[in-house]
DNA sequence: CTGAAAGCGCTTACAG
DNA sequence: CTGAAAGCGCTTACAG
């Protein structure tokens, strides 16, 4: 009936009382095991068809099923059983295409696994990873994928590791992916691939077209990725037996900006001293880096070439394509979830480590060095 | 002790009797109870702080829960209370910026609500829509958004209305972002913007600076955004008396490899006349085609003008920089969550609908037509 | 092959 | 301000 005043009939905040009529209502195996003439358990084994169940029997059940419309309730499925059919992950932010590509490859992993994704970003926030890990616990997500370079600092190492206790003791599993291993006793999986070996390999690459200064531009101190990219440039220099200027090594956020104005400033001031070869600590560093270098008038790779790191679609969409170091990033991404699912077959198992390989990719922006 | 056999001490999958001292253990509500010596009641109202507990009471619950490492169960919590405190999300794919942003929206302004989101893609799989919504309907999702242009075909909306019918049986709600409403009985809520309206606009600048013969590339007939778009393309010629000849309108997918190739064959065999703008149906489609003319030696724009649509970040980074229809991406997961939260605070009230605005940016890919 | 019943871990009227 | 108790909707030994 209508409200006597003019106002929208709009449900006022009464308590609700069970089953006061309105409210949502879904069918619960208990309807349909009425409707069937059946008990819930004999639902419970055809919805889950893990356990025999008469032919006549089945059909009767999903009969009522498609006549209720009935849907099984996720959260009271998790209480009863075990598992969440869940998996989480954390990435820095999911437009970067190094995460969004992970993360592409964690969701269909999962979703060919019959679970759901419980996808969270941190934007940079530090800290923002153990606070999401505390949610994804929560949740009790069947495993918690946290993606990317991780920060060194040996209290952030521990609290992380407090984690993976945490959710081991609850049956879940931390994984690692893009990032080393904690440490020998943390139950947590990691997928990881050589950042120093990539870094070595296409800087490696570069010395022997003749370039002797290679600017390298970005990464946080903090990043083990930054590290152990910064490693593999310094040791492909050592092992040729030359000399790295440290005026050439420019740290800085990975970002095409950082690229275009570190690059475009030493162009200006000289104060790193001359170079005929770039390395972006990533492929929008080195994408940010062509900009300023052609805005000053260079031909790259003719006058300078530029390399960058992970092999996002963007650097083959580059004109001159890039030559970068390319990470089977999706692959990474499922790998993590398979790892996942191989660590819960364990009551609790030692840390697992899977690497991925990785591997230069030559294109347009390398060529050897111009005789000076 | 160690097992006789050689083989690795793994758990047999002997059946989990109930706390058999192995398996996962959690702190429960009830142990913090009993360590804090009060009732669950009590150490539920303190966790939820929505209820007056005495200050001393509050804190020796909060320390046990501290002591215990207690985290609550949000399944439990979920199958007693009304709400999961989660979002679905769906989109095509997490790594288009287009759906990028959306759902960087979307799980930015969840977090600011303390929900998590739950993100599924289709990949393009016709009904993969209808088969996610099903899944997160299980999760009993608050709330189910649905991103990106959809299908025209009767019968898939039809579909789509019974999920909607579905959702708000259970008490939560389906909502469309970037897609028009399915039709005024529909329980659903809608953020869209007006595809039609910024198609016109950007045309009719491009008919302003003298181009009468602009090449539209992209777009499939089934979409709602694309029969937008193009409506809004012929209502700008339209407006001025001017005839569009049906050649120049060339659909195709949403693909930066579509306006590339169609480029490049139509001024290879001249099959749609000559032309001297294009409109790419989105920016990547644009972009595609600017290299197709680049490599055919034509400037841009001095030779032919090119726009797009959406204003994803590539548009300003690619050289020249594109102009392009902005579309508020990121605002518009955010609008899709807030409208969620409030649509649940009606019993199940009548479909919602929320415009954004766009605007036309005006950047370096455009300029007068050359004279003829 | 099937059912009765306990239990998963919370929240929330209800009663003090 | 606090507690006893019911109930959310499933699954899973246990017993036939």
Redesign the pocket.
């Known amino acids: 009936m209508p409200t006597p005043q003019g106002k929208p009939a709009r449900a006022s905040r009464a308590?609700?009382?069970?089953?006061d009529g309105a409210g949502p209502k879904r069918a619960?195996?208990?309807e349909v095991a009425e409707a069937a003439g059946?008990?819930?358990?004999?639902v419970?084994?055809v919805?889950?068809g893990?356990?025999?169940?008469?032919a006549d029997?089945r059909r009767r059940v999903e009969q009522a099923v498609r006549t209720l419309g009935y849907v099984?309730?996720a959260q009271?499925?998790a209480?009863?059983?075990?598992r969440t059919r869940t998996v989480g992950i954390i990435v820095e932010d999911i437009i970067d295409p190094f995460f969004g590509f992970i993360a592409r490859g964690v969701q269909r992993q999962a979703a060919e696994d019959g679970k759901l994704c419980l996808v969270c970003s941190t934007y940079g926030v530090a800290g923002g990873e153990l606070d999401l890990i505390d949610s994804l616990r929560e949740q009790r997500a069947d495993a918690v994928i946290v993606v990317g370079g991780g920060v060194e600092d040996p209290a952030y190492r521990r609290k992380l590791a407090d984690r993976a206790h945490a959710l081991n003791q609850d049956g879940s599993w931390l994984v690692l992916c893009g990032r080393p291993p904690l440490a020998a006793d943390v139950p947590a999986g990691v997928v990881d691939y050589d950042n120093t070996g990539g870094a070595h390999a296409i800087t490696d690459y570069l010395l022997g077209q003749g370039h002797r200064r290679i600017l390298y531009i970005g990464g946080l101190d903090q990043m083990s990725v930054h590290r152990a990219r910064v490693a593999g440039f310094r040791r492909a220099y050592a092992s040729r037996g030359l000399e790295v200027d440290e005026r050439l090594i420019q740290p800085g956020p990975f970002s095409r900006r950082l690229g275009y104005e570190r690059t475009a400033q030493l162009l200006r001031d000289g104060s790193a001293g001359q170079f005929a070869a770039v390395f972006g600590a990533n492929d929008g560093v080195a994408v940010g880096a062509m900009q300023a270098l052609r805005e000053a008038g260079l031909r790259i790779p003719q006058d300078v070439s530029v390399v960058g790191y992970d092999d996002i679609p963007l650097a083959a969409e580059v004109t001159p394509a890039l030559t970068t170091v390319h990470l089977p990033l999706e692959q990474m991404g499922r790998e993590a979830v398979r790892l996942a699912v191989a660590l819960r077959g364990e009551s609790d198992g030692p840390t697992d480590t899977r690497h991925v390989g990785t591997h230069v990719v030559i294109r347009d922006s390398t060529a050897p060095a111009p005789a000076s």
Do not use: H
């Open positions: 308590p609700r009382t069970p089953r619960t195996v208990q059946v008990s819930t358990a004999t419970s084994r919805l889950n893990n356990y025999p169940v008469a029997t099984v309730n009271a499925r209480l009863a059983g075990s």
